[in-house]
């Protein structure tokens, strides 16, 4: 199909036209934000650039987002989290002015990785999800998965003689996001398959991970020394190491709500 050109359209005939060229052109935001920018263009006296940059904007601006989305969506956090939302008063360990220095993304950029190391309702979690959707937002591939999950798919993908096609998958996003790592012990085949995914990743993109274990404690879910010692070096070399502390943010909120509804009662 094509638009004829006509000079000296009615507004009725020029609304038309401009819907249907925007649906042949595949812009959305501008069809629907159309008649209301050009009523706020005529009202301003906004001159003829003025208008067409507000409409090109408005549509580059709305395709930024629904991309930020797909992304966020395709990484599969099992939750929504954000820097904003997370409470740093409640959590002393934590610098603020580090973790809104990694929300710029940079490290995940330069390939480094991130350890958020701490005990349960230490906000690891929250803050792996939150600086993952930041990487999400920044134009960046993400991935979320828990250790158990991908160990799991790991052994079925070497079962199934895909292996290697699933490690060229994790390879591939720019930040992947492993959490509850240190919550169980894993045997030697499935160790050694989490190290090629980490290797595969070695200086090239990042991993952030969530471990209720500290280093040392690490040999309880690796129980080869030797093979513990190489995947805290990939995990730890040139990156950033970050201790949330032993205090259970999630129980402390429990117990302060618990006393404020019995005093209130």
Not at 93 to 109: G, Q, S, Y
Not at 191 to 214: C, G, H, M, P, Y
Not at 232 to 248: C, K, Q
Request: charged residues 30%; aromatic residues 6%.
């Amino acid at each position: 199909m094509t638009l004829k050109r006509h000079r000296g359209l009615t507004e009725q005939a020029a609304t038309a036209a401009v819907d249907q060229a925007c649906r042949m052109l595949r812009l959305p935001t501008i069809r629907a934000q159309f008649p209301e920018l050009a009523e706020a263009a005529a009202r301003d006296q906004m001159s003829y650039r003025g208008f067409l940059a507000e409409l090109l904007m408005a549509e580059c601006d709305d395709r930024a987002r629904r991309r930020s989305e797909r992304r966020i969506k395709a990484a599969q956090f099992p939750r929504e989290k954000s820097i904003r939302a997370f409470d740093f008063d409640a959590n002393p360990n934590i610098d603020p002015a580090v973790i809104h220095t990694l929300a710029t993304c940079e490290w995940v950029k330069k390939g480094l990785p991130l350890c958020l190391i701490g005990d349960s309702g230490t906000g690891k979690s929250h803050l792996l999800i939150a600086l993952g959707t930041e990487a999400a937002m920044a134009g960046l591939r993400v991935r979320y998965t828990q250790a158990t999950k991908l160990v799991n798919e790991l052994v079925e993908a070497a079962d199934e003689k895909i292996l290697t096609k699933t490690i060229a998958r994790y390879g591939r996003v720019d930040l992947l996001c492993i959490d509850e790592l240190g919550y169980m012990e894993l045997d030697r085949r499935g160790a050694e398959l989490l190290f090629q995914v980490l290797t595969e990743r070695e200086e090239k993109n990042s991993v952030a991970i969530a471990s209720n274990e500290s280093f040392g404690g690490w040999t309880k879910t690796f129980t080869d020394p030797r093979l513990c010692a190489a995947i805290v070096d990939r995990l730890t070399f040139g990156g950033n190491i970050i201790e949330t502390g032993t205090d259970s943010y999630r129980l402390a909120s429990t117990r302060a709500a618990q006393t404020q509804r019995a005093a209130s009662g």
